[in-house]
């Protein structure tokens, strides 16, 4: 079993709407968790973290911990064209490792 | 500032052969990861180097994967007798530590493709 689990997608919303993101995983001692976004041929870029169970916010983007039930999911309000890229979750339980999922593609319709 | 850099930006090779990629982390970063990403694939941890630490190689595929980090700072990613499987994009990335050890800055990745 994959320590974090994502649907590959692809998932197309079309501008203006919520695009959700989901992610489950398995270590019931992570501590902390990710959303990466990463466009086509591109590295990886941090846009949000969160630590503690609920949500966080940040510009048009909001994280939700839910440790109980071991999901992290993001949603993009507003989606833009320019929000079309692979989303990546990751987890990190207190040690060095950080575990990524497979990655969620998301295309933004104009 | 500079971030983190990678070197070359593509490889290829034949297999058998060894191949060598470089990161050069942000100053002043003592945390360096290396990843691998095949492709449709997620991040695969492979080393961690924390400081003057012995380095975390928990997620070193075989023993042809080798790594080192010279005076805390530039890392080389060593594959010997290189085999197709191996052929990915391998990203680097360094962090600071203390509140911000969890933010990964990544390079722009090395391109191996094993012929």
């Known amino acids: 079993q994959k320590e974090v689990e994502q649907n590959s997608g692809p998932l197309s919303v079309p501008e203006g709407a919520i695009a959700s993101l989901n992610c489950t995983y398995s270590?019931?001692?992570?501590?902390?968790f990710f959303w990466y976004r990463q466009y086509s041929g591109k590295s990886p870029e941090l846009i949000m973290s969160?630590?503690?169970?609920g949500d966080k916010e940040d510009g048009r983007f909001t994280a939700q911990l839910n440790k109980a039930s071991q999901y992290v999911s993001l949603l993009i309000r507003d989606s833009q064209p320019s929000d079309s890229a692979t989303y990546l979750c990751?987890?990190?339980?207190?040690?060095?490792?950080?575990?990524f999922g497979t990655g969620t593609s998301l295309t933004v319709i104009p | 500032g500079a971030g983190v850099s990678q070197s070359p930006s593509n490889k290829v090779t034949e297999k058998g052969k060894d191949v060598e990629l470089r990161c050069d982390p942000i100053?002043?970063?003592?945390?360096l990861y290396w990843y691998r990403q095949s492709l449709g694939q997620g991040l695969e941890f492979l080393i961690y180097f924390q400081g003057n630490s012995a380095p975390d190689k928990s997620g070193l595929p075989s023993d042809r994967f080798s790594a080192e980090r010279t005076g805390g700072s530039v890392s080389t990613l060593t594959i010997q007798r290189t085999q197709q499987e191996d052929s990915a994009v391998y990203l680097c990335a360094s962090s600071e530590t203390g509140v911000y050890a969890d933010t990964q800055y990544f390079g722009p990745g090395t391109r191996l493709t094993v012929l």
């Open positions: 990751a987890s990190r339980s207190g040690g060095n490792q950080f575990y």
């Open positions: 100053s002043g970063h003592t945390a």
């Open positions: 969160i630590y503690s169970n």
């Open positions: 270590d019931r001692v992570s501590q902390s």
